[in-house]
């Protein structure tokens, strides 16, 4: 799971918080210790640390918070904001050229998946029924070119190129004619990637930049390593001026450093996040929706948004409903677990879901089909009225369920405490929500 390590400690610190009355200084204090040590943990740079850390103690000693009935989620609720604003705040779209075409230029180290992610954003604009051209521009690794092309044929979204003995800087003057010409509405170069960070490499992106005067110099960026992201975010942004950075191989990272840091060191906004090596894995990266993950609410507005490209449209609104107001029965699990199989890797959807953390066995990546499948047969073998109020089942029905799907009577039980726990999660974020928007409304 994204941010897992994170995640987990974090959690811990605040269930702690939670289940305190009243909060002294030092209890806050003591959190905050916990968190600082989470985050350099994480990998997170040393000074976006401190000062985060040193935000949040400033907010959370105030007399509101000690003062406030439930002060534990009150303080979360700060941490929550400050990691959402650490991420860079609202969500950054990608720039729009006035006239056609739109040229995005991507830019990074060999590996850290630029060649993918032309391709991810190409397959975006398609669904968007757009008509973008690829360009070829990395005419020094032997393989890039015919990578991209492949790609192109498998999106059939066509591919420009003209072989490894014209200039890349001409490639793309020729490409930007080419895409004029026929009618292509976005233009995605990418370039050349080097293992380090050299000069001819940046003379030669400075020169396409000055050539096609991109709307977007699109940074992409190896979640997985860390501090050495962000420095090599800091000398890409020094030298071209990149308009924003695609963190990619989310998918694994479970310590979360560079997603951030990047933003807070070196000013560049993350605008999309890679989480996979298949061409449809790739998210607008929302800062808050990534602070929720982080700290175990989940992520249900993402969860949605994918329902409703892959997956019934009613069923998913009708479910982000049934979450918000915690009612949510059994009928609904199953439901959810058949259309959750269909979105994408089953630990990283668990890892949107409010609450999923708690649910010990679901939580970590050894969630596979068969374990749901097994859920599923219990789920099936209750009557409705059992789905809908498993109060009524009683270490009889227990027993008859348990015969029913092929299991035991402790799997039926585990899952009936572990759908319990969910429910009491989900009536606590629904109750904070309610709490944090009664507010707003009021201010
Ligand atoms: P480039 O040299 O920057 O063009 O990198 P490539 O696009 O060729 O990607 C390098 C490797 O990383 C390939 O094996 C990709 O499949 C893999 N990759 C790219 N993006 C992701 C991602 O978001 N998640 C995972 N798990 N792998 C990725």
């Given amino acids: 799971m994204v941010f897992e390590g994170l995640a987990n400690r974090l959690q811990d610190t605040f269930n702690r918080l939670r289940g305190k009355g009243k909060l002294s200084e030092s209890d806050v204090a003591e959190a ?68 056609a075409p739109t040229v995005y230029m991507m830019v990074g180290l060999q590996g850290a998946g630029k060649t993918t992610h032309t391709g991810k954003l190409a397959r975006l604009l398609q669904k968007d029924h757009k008509k973008p051209l690829l360009v070829a521009c990395d005419i020094y690794r032997p393989a890039a070119i015919k990578q991209l092309q492949v790609l192109g044929e498998q999106l059939d979204v066509p591919v420009f190129s003209l072989g490894n003995e014209v200039s890349p800087v001409e490639i793309a003057r020729q490409a930007l004619e080419h895409a004029k010409s026929y009618g292509h509405d976005y233009v995605l170069i990418d370039t050349a990637g080097r293992l380090h960070i050299d000069e001819a ?34 000398s890409f942004n020094t030298q071209l001026d990149v308009t924003g950075a695609i963190l990619t191989k989310l998918d694994g990272d479970t310590r979360g450093g560079a997603a951030l840091s990047i933003r807070a060191v070196t000013g560049t906004q993350i605008k999309f996040a890679g989480t996979g090596e298949k ?41 982000e409903r049934k979450m918000r107001n915690a009612d949510f029965t059994l009928d609904d699990f199953l439901d959810q677990l058949q259309q959750v199989k269909q979105l994408g890797p089953l630990d990283q959807i668990m ?21 749901i499948g097994r859920i599923e047969a219990i789920i099936r073998s209750m009557t409705p009225t059992e789905r809908t109020e498993p109060g009524v089942i009683n270490s009889s029905r227990r027993k008859r369920i348990a015969a029913g799907s092929g299991t035991s009577v402790q ?21 904070m929500a309610k709490k944090m928007k009664g507010k707003k409304g009021k201010g």
């Fill in 32 to 99: 905050m210790r916990e968190v600082r040590l989470a985050l350099l943990e994480a990998d997170v740079n040393f000074k976006v640390v401190k000062d985060f850390v040193a935000k949040v103690k400033e907010r959370a000693v105030g007399q509101e918070v000690l003062q406030s009935l439930t002060p534990g989620q009150h303080v979360i609720k700060i941490v929550n904001e400050e990691l959402t604003e650490l991420m860079g705040g609202a969500q950054s779209k990608l720039a729009i050229s006035p006239k």
């Fill in 201 to 234: 490499l940046m003379d030669e992106l400075k020169q396409i930049k000055e050539t096609v005067q991109p709307n977007e110099i699109l940074l992409v960026v190896d979640a997985m390593t860390g501090q050495d992201a962000v420095n090599v975010a800091e």
């Fill in 279 to 319: 061409i449809d894995a790739i998210e607008p990266f929302h800062p808050d929706r990534m602070a929720s993950r982080i700290l175990g609410m989940g992520d249900v507005l993402t969860l949605i948004e994918k329902a409703q490209a892959s997956i019934d449209k009613d069923k998913a609104i009708d479910l």
């Fill in 351 to 371: 890892g949107m879901l409010p609450g999923m953390n708690k649910v010990k066995g679901l939580q970590n990546a050894n969630v596979d089909d068969k374990q």
């Fill in 411 to 431: 799997e039926v039980n585990r899952l009936l405490k572990q759908f319990e726990e969910m429910q009491k999660m989900m009536k606590q974020f629904s109750g």
